[in-house]
């Protein structure tokens, strides 16, 4: 009985139905052994030996393996068929002969399968073959790179750049992409333009739309009316002169479907689509392959499997009808050189089974399935059909022209199906309906419009966008697009906002510093060539050892010659090389790196130990002048606070600054001077922005704490002030006290609006609230003095119910017992449990238990009967 291999659990299940009893199906649960994370893992100087290790939760998986062998002399691999999939073969094989496992006459085969359904399994079992070796041999070649990039780069950005966490052989480049998108979005300037749109009507009375396309008798370019004025010029040259229809065009048009998925175009649709990040969108493949739903989801293959497109072909006419079946079946060739191991496309496995069939139960891998088996129909119906239609309406001296687009539908196809979505595309006025329209009519001028528009910048990347511009590059492969989009934010180079991804700092100085001192290696070229090599060394064409021998060359060279590097050597550098970035030349044409606080100081780049950067004074400390990383911006700087504080006016002689301090910002009197070491100050409130206080305001600040009057019951003095927490009132002698009480007020105003009866009622409100903390609270019944302890123990009503005091101890009444029932004893059991719990001694060393043996012998035996609670006592507060 052959033991057969699979990644996972769920897979080994579903095969395991199909192969019947005859077979044992057992997981690795993925790869079983890996590159340890140390140096010398792999070993440069000897030819790149590999040293592996079997992980620690991997053993037990690999020793089930090696106990069915006992029994089963039969090895069946049968992993995913990629190159990752035939590495788990190879470490498989690799591990149980290590363990000998594997005898001289145990026979070992490898079989694939595309999809996990019973055919799919049953025609793979009777098609084996050995471990492919020059698939492995990428796969060791890739490994072998990855772990040279990472464990030699990453230690140089340790030491020579604070708060770097990692680099890699294709994340830094993907970083890459991301960082210059966002500094080109900074170095955007908007240009403004106009346009004109008139609403037109038909003799009819139908009603379209049409934009201003000449003027004054010249094809009107994107840019050519400029400003406001512009504008209003053209719409009085469309409103003065009389419009007629000059010609319509109709064109027939077609639309072909989009190409069954490969994974880089899933992951794009997903995205697109339901919002799905990479991770999440093979999360969701995975279960469903897994499940023998859709044939296997890493791939760069878009051709379909002959009778797959007849099952195709088949559900359609049954769903759609004939007419949406083309005459000959639709063919779509790899565009890929080696199109990882010449997969087919991503597909169901059962054409005629949609989602409501499957009844799948997870909403991603609903969503997901519904999206594969849409589009998967969809790229074998027939084309769309359309007609456009363009409308050019003008003056009768040619000064003016209008056109009108639009189409219509014909025959909707593969569309009735599925269409594919788009990245950062507004929908043009192609898609717009248009009313009859005929050539001479007269054309009614409705609301003639002028609309400002703004060019804009590049849109930042979405995961879609970001793997689609990999692919484009050659960066990358189907299997790791996931895993890289995850890591830089893992790291925290990268944001995620709404979708789009944002660089952070720390990605921008590891992109600069990796583009200044490793730029060979975050090109776009070389790493696209490194992959071209590795598909050269799957096809058996390539030596690997002979890659890494070329790449470590080059790559140690380039390691050793940052050994010597200083921080500040880097920190300089970087500050030089993102100089137009983050000091771009001023409007007056003064320094952009002169201190804007001292005047003498020079701006630079620093980093804090966070790993963060910032912009700070090279006067530092003397200076404290800082500014958030990038580009100065005019209005904040305007705005902020330096450190000297920000100069509001003055009031009765005295400056009023605002400051930022420790615990937020505050507002200050005066300055600090040797006979005045504490000016008055107020915290500003939350609710306030700093930087748009006035003085007005900071002087109402500064009149607080508010002395609203002596409390009418006990002379105590009432006040009003702005805290931490808030504004609030306190009822104590000073607003220094500890002690007193303190009440939240509703608003920030009411601190400079409420009088005392509001006062007196609010205070009354909390200290009722807190069953009388803040004032000496009155018992409900006091018990008498602790038997064994001394002092008073009764009986108080509470926020949370009754409960039993004594000194500063409480301990809460059970709800079965009502508060006038218990009794001293009760309560001292109470007291000794709550002590227990609360880590405290129980009251039990006091005088009295001093007393005891200084009475006669008749006296002892008394309270004998006394003694058994206190021993109940003690040995529960102990």
């Not at 006035?694 to 009149?703: D, S």
């Amino acid at each position: 009985m052959p033991v057969v291999v699979v990644e996972s659990p769920a897979k080994a299940k579903t095969i395991n139905k199909y192969l019947g009893p005859d077979y044992t199906v057992l997981a690795s649960y993925g790869h079983v052994r890996d590159l340890p994370p140390k140096d010398g893992s792999v070993d440069t100087e000897h030819e790149f030996d590999m040293k592996w290790e079997i992980a620690a939760d991997s053993r037990k998986h690999v020793k089930a393996i090696a106990d069915a062998l006992k029994d089963d002399n039969a090895l069946i691999l049968a992993t995913d068929p990629d190159r990752e999939g035939e590495a788990i073969s190879w470490h498989l094989e690799e591990a149980l002969r290590n363990r000998k496992a594997i005898r001289k006459d145990t026979p070992v085969s490898r079989v694939v399968f595309n999809a996990i359904t019973k055919t799919a399994v049953t025609e793979a079992m009777k098609n084996p073959r050995q471990v492919d070796a020059p698939l492995v041999e990428a796969y060791l070649a890739r490994r072998a790179l990855d772990y040279l990039v990472g464990f030699n780069l990453s230690p140089v950005l340790w030491r020579k750049l604070p708060g770097a966490k990692s680099a890699g052989r294709v994340q830094s480049v993907c970083l890459r992409l991301i960082v210059e998108r966002e500094m080109e979005i900074e170095a955007f300037r908007p240009r403004e333009y106009w346009s004109v749109k008139a609403i037109l009507s038909t003799p009819r009375g139908q009603e379209y739309e049409a934009r201003l396309t000449v003027l004054a008798g010249k094809k009107l370019d994107r840019y050519d009316i400029s400003n406001e004025t512009q504008a209003d010029l053209a719409v009085q040259a469309v409103t003065s002169r009389e419009l007629t229809v000059k010609s319509v065009e109709a064109k027939p048009t077609s639309r072909n479907p989009s190409p069954p998925f490969m994974t880089s175009t899933l992951q794009q649709e997903a995205s697109r689509k339901f919002g799905m990040g990479a991770r999440q969108t093979m999360s969701a493949a995975q279960r469903l392959y897994e499940a023998g739903h859709i044939t296997y989801m890493r791939t760069d293959g878009i051709d379909m499997a002959p009778e797959a497109v007849q099952a195709a072909r088949a559900a359609i006419k049954d769903r759609y009808g004939e007419k949406y079946v083309p005459d000959s079946p639709r063919t779509y060739k790899n565009k890929a050189k080696n199109a990882q191991e010449a997969h087919e496309c991503i597909r169901p496995t059962e054409m005629d089974k949609d989602v409501a069939a499957l009844k799948i139960q997870d909403a991603d891998q609903r969503k997901l399935y519904d999206l594969i088996w849409k589009r998967t129909l969809a790229c074998q119906m027939a084309g769309a059909r359309l007609e456009r239609t363009t409308v050019d309406v003008g003056s009768a001296d040619g000064q003016v022209e209008l056109r009108a687009t639009g189409q219509v539908v014909l025959f909707d196809g593969f569309m009735k199906v599925y269409e594919e979505g788009r990245d950062d595309v507004v929908v043009d006025d192609d898609d717009k309906r248009l009313p009859q329209i005929s050539e001479g009519e007269a054309a009614k001028k409705g609301t003639i419009t002028p609309e400002q528009h703004f060019t804009q910048p590049p849109p930042r990347y979405t995961e879609a966008t970001l793997v689609k511009k990999m692919e484009e590059l050659g960066i990358g492969r189907p299997s790791t697009y996931a895993s890289i989009v995850t890591t830089i934010q893992d790291r925290g180079y990268v944001r995620k906002d709404k979708n789009r991804l944002i660089a952070e700092d720390k990605g921008r100085l590891v992109t600069a510093f990796l583009e200044n001192y490793f730029r060979r290696y975050v090109e776009y070229d070389f790493t696209a060539g490194l992959e071209e090599e590795l598909d050269d060394v799957s096809a058996g064409d390539r030596d690997y050892k002979d890659v890494l021998a070329r790449f470590w060359r080059d790559f140690s060279a380039a390691i050793a010659e940052t050994s010597e590097l200083r921080i500040t050597e880097v920190l300089q550098k970087i500050n030089e090389v993102l100089e137009p970035h983050l000091f771009p030349p001023t409007e007056d044409g003064s320094d952009p790196r002169a201190c804007p606080n001292c005047g003498n100081g020079r701006l630079s780049m620093r980093t804090a130990r966070s790993g963060g950067a910032f912009i700070g004074c090279s006067n530092y400390p003397e200076c404290r002048y800082t500014r958030p990383f990038g580009p100065p911006d005019a209005e904040a700087e305007a705005s902020a606070i330096p450190p000297e504080g920000k100069l509001l006016g003055e009031d009765e002689g005295d400056e009023i600054r605002i400051f930022k301090g420790r615990f937020g910002p505050y507002v200050q009197r005066g300055a600090v001077t040797e006979e005045n070491k504490k000016p008055p100050r107020q915290s500003v409130p939350k609710e306030w922005p700093a930087e748009e206080i006035t003085l007005e305001q900071a002087v109402r600040l500064l009149v607080l704490p508010r002395l609203i009057g002596p409390h009418p019951e006990d002379g105590v003095n009432v006040w009003a002030n702005i805290g931490r927490y808030g504004p609030y009132l306190k009822h104590a002698e000073s607003t220094s006290d500890r002690g007193g009480t303190n009440a939240n007020l509703e608003t920030i105003e009411d601190v400079w609006t409420v009088g005392m009866n509001r006062a007196v009622q609010l205070l009354a409100e909390k200290v009722a609230s807190r069953g009388g903390r803040g004032k000496a609270a009155t018992p409900i019944h006091e018990l008498g003095e602790h038997p064994d302890a001394g002092g008073m123990v009764a009986i108080y009503d509470g926020k949370y119910g009754p409960y039993v005091k004594w000194e500063k101890l409480n301990a809460t009444i059970p709800d079965t017992v009502k508060p006038e029932d218990v009794t001293m004893e009760q309560a001292v059991e109470l007291l000794a449990e709550r002590a227990a719990k609360a880590g405290k001694k129980a009251p039990a060393k006091k005088t009295a238990a001093k007393k005891a043996p200084a009475k006669k012998a008749a006296a002892k035996k008394a309270p004998a009967k006394k003694a058994a609670p206190k021993k109940t006592s003690d040995r529960k507060a102990g």
